[in-house]
């Protein structure tokens, strides 16, 4: 092979894993305000995508984040989820806990999760979940996790897939913020 033929071959294979979609969505198709959903490529609706984590968040503490993705019929799954302020703007950080099933990248200063290959869960049916951690490092108001879930044939292919979105605030732990507030005041004072 001369050089212009190895670089042409991994021209293709890179484009051929970048185009792997089943392992791994584009970034910015969690139904977030102002961006796309999978149903961009994916031609179905249905399913439910359920977010759930905690009610309230202390800076400097790790949650768990779940998304569990449901459909009686379908028989493969995928998701991508953002972590967002009130600005639309990336609260905390992630971290993957679980390898193997989602994944994250990061654009536009947005972390999004989203599953792997394996993390489709080919030939399962009935639901799929996947977890990850966040951690808030400042209060920024109520913060709200976006995801999009795909409820799919397994037929390696966008169409007969349903997609669904779902959403989970998260609010300042009001009992944390007091004594910070409270010592405030007390300054004003002394
Ligand atoms: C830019 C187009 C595009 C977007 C947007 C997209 N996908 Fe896909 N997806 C594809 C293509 C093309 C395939 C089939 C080829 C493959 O398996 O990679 C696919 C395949 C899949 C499969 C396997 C389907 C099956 O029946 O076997 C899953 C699951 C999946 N995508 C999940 C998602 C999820 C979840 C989202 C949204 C967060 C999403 N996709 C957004 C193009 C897209």
């Not at 439910?48 to 949650?63: E, F, H, I, R």
């Not at 998304?67 to 950080?93: H, I, K, Y």
């Not at 913020?177 to 007390?186: M, N």
Request: hydrophobic fraction near 30%; proline fraction near 6%.
């Amino acid at each position: 092979m001369n050089k212009s033929t190895v670089v042409l071959v991994s021209f293709f294979m890179v484009s051929a894993s970048a185009f792997a979609f089943s392992g791994g969505p584009p970034d910015g198709k969690t139904g977030a305000p102002g961006e796309g959903t999978c149903n961009d490529c994916h031609d179905g609706s249905g399913g439910t995508t359920t977010v759930s984590g905690p009610d309230t968040y202390v800076p400097g503490t790790a949650y768990t984040i779940e998304v569990e993705v449901a459909d009686s019929s379908a028989m493969r799954w995928g998701f991508e989820a953002v972590v967002l302020d009130e600005n639309g703007d990336q609260a905390g950080s992630v971290t993957i806990t679980d390898p193997t099933n989602p994944q994250d990248s990061t654009s536009g200063g947005k972390t999004y999760v989203k599953h792997t290959s394996a993390g489709t869960f080919p030939g399962t049916g009935g639901s799929a979940t996947w977890s990850f951690d966040w951690e808030p490092d400042a209060y920024v108001g109520i913060v709200t996790v976006y995801a999009a879930g795909n409820s799919a044939n397994n037929d390696g292919s966008t169409t007969g897939d349903k997609t669904s979105l779902g959403t989970w605030n998260i609010d300042p732990d009001d009992t944390a913020v007091e004594p910070a507030s409270f010592g405030k005041v007390k300054s004003m004072y002394n």
